[in-house]
């Protein structure tokens, strides 16, 4: 049976993530230190999102709740300016493909015309994390072989039953997410969820990942 998480929100959580990739582009720092400085974490991700071609995926999403547990398998395909695709091999959305036009513009970057206007409001919206949040760089982890940067994102206490609390595992090369672990209160259940991203390809675009049977356009 699957855990009590309502559609929308598995398909807000699925779209954070992807632009996750971008807020925690630019929190590398010195190891045992808190990252607190939003205008130089803007820097860095507004250069980040300038640089990036596209980034291709394998993402594996585990939540739990209570004693249930619903895991989800998907290819994700991001090329800004372009589209966002999302193709769900397991869970409940098994064999169908979701694809969003312009997703920088709609879902991350909110009335963002231009790539530049888009790679600001990345900035903008990296620079609240720091600003609101105490993130913590922890140390570096192997995962999956690959060298990563560790940080932990906690909530003022006075947001801590509204906002989750993560960890998150950088590429230390390619500056992507490796793996998220996320946990919050949604109506009354505790929630935890692990996000893993493997098969990580940069510099291609979305149009080249291919088509699964079932496809929406959204």
Request: hydrophobic share 35%.
């Amino acid at each position: 049976m699957s855990p009590p998480l309502r559609s929308g929100h598995r398909r807000r959580v699925v779209l954070g993530v992807v632009g996750l990739v971008f807020v925690t582009a630019g929190c590398l720092g010195a190891p045992g230190t808190e990252v607190d400085d939003p205008d130089a974490v803007a820097e860095q991700v507004e250069s980040r999102y300038e640089r990036l071609d596209g980034f291709q995926a394998t993402m594996i999403q585990r939540v739990e709740v209570d004693d249930e547990t619903e895991t989800t398998r998907a290819s994700v395909a991001f090329d800004k300016g372009d589209s966002l695709r999302i193709a769900y091999e397991t869970g409940p959305k098994a064999g169908t493909v979701t694809v969003i036009e312009n997703p920088s513009a709609k879902l991350f970057a909110g009335d963002a015309e231009t790539d530049a206007e888009a790679s600001a409001h990345f900035g903008t919206v990296a620079a609240d994390l720091v600003r609101e949040n105490e993130v913590v760089f922890e140390g570096t982890e192997r995962v999956d072989g690959r060298p990563t940067a560790v940080f932990s994102i906690t909530p003022p206490e006075d947001a801590a039953t509204t906002q989750p609390e993560r960890r998150v595992w950088v590429d230390a090369k390619q500056v992507v997410p490796r793996r998220i672990e996320s946990t919050w209160t949604e109506d009354g259940q505790r929630v935890n969820e692990t996000i893993r991203f493997e098969n990580v390809s940069l510099g291609v675009p979305a149009t080249d990942a291919g088509t699964t049977p079932g496809g929406a356009t959204a």
